[in-house]
């Protein structure tokens, strides 16, 4: 399995007005890190940039001013996806494409989307998957679960949660601080089982939802399954041979338990209930 994880900065929030400024992943095939790599671009002229963007990120502009062009970090991005996705292939599998990996990572293949399109490659989905697995979400559904007690859920308040120091705002150490957390998510949910305490969520019928062990690869399938965002939606297809599994008993409860781990999630779980 192919996971890259993607961080950036820009200079807002909106992928079609403001600029990505630098972008960070990390390569990761088969649980092996193959690469990492941190390019960064000045904002065109028609570009916005937003002061309290500046002033979260502690951005220089200076200095931004003096990067390269857009269209050359495209070039560069395109070189370092090329080396290990063939963008020609057809009938592509789950292990032909990267799966992004990120904190809020919407947001970051919102940019990145944009810098494809405003360069009219169309290529993006040759080598990202649409599927995602969200770190933020995961530290939601944790939380729920009282397994972590972050101040908030910012990346630095979680992962100090976690004992994981970094310095954030910068899109490497941000996204070298996010894979971090990812395989510690891992470990927690490798242990958790459900306790009759949290037998109001999902029932009382099967308190085994969780009791598999999942490497990060299987977490990867289960959090960015077809049914994205919901956790115990796809197992191999496990679903289908054995609902109970997944606390379906019946068909009246099926509905809001499936809304419950969907806004899980999300973190809005209390619009289920």
Not at 24 to 48: T, Y
């Amino acid at each position: 399995m192919k996971l890259i994880y993607i961080d950036t900065e820009t200079t807002g929030t909106d992928p079609e007005k403001h600029a990505l400024v630098q972008i960070a992943g990390i390569i990761e095939i088969d649980g092996v890190l193959k690469e990492e790599f941190n390019f960064c671009a000045r904002p065109n002229d028609d570009d916005q940039i937003s002061i309290g963007a500046i002033e979260a990120t502690g951005m220089d502009l200076l200095k931004v001013i003096h990067y390269q062009d857009q269209s050359d970090m495209l070039v560069q991005i395109v070189k370092t996806f090329d080396t290990y996705i063939q963008k020609y292939k057809k009938n592509k599998t789950v292990g032909d494409r990267f799966i992004p990996v990120g904190y809020n990572v919407e947001f970051d293949m919102g940019f990145l989307k944009a810098l494809f399109r405003k360069y009219h490659h169309k290529y993006f989905y040759a080598y990202i998957s649409p599927q995602t697995v969200d770190v933020y979400h995961m530290a939601k559904y944790l939380a729920a679960f009282g397994l972590i007690k972050p101040k908030s859920f910012t990346l630095g308040d979680v992962c100090a949660s976690m004992g994981i120091e970094f310095n954030p705002h910068d899109a490497l150490e941000d996204i070298q601080a996010t894979r971090k957390l990812a395989y510690e998510f891992n470990r927690c949910f490798m242990s958790m089982t459900l306790q009759p305490a949290q037998g109001e969520l999902f029932g009382n019928e099967d308190q085994s939802v969780m009791d598999k062990d999942l490497g990060l690869g299987e977490l990867v399938k289960v959090v960015a399954g077809p049914h994205q965002g919901s956790y115990g939606a796809y197992v191999e297809g496990d679903m289908e041979r054995d609902p109970r599994r997944y606390g379906i008993q019946d068909k009246d409860s099926k509905e809001v338990k499936w809304c419950i781990r969907d806004e899980l999630m999300r973190g809005s779980a209390e619009e289920c209930l």
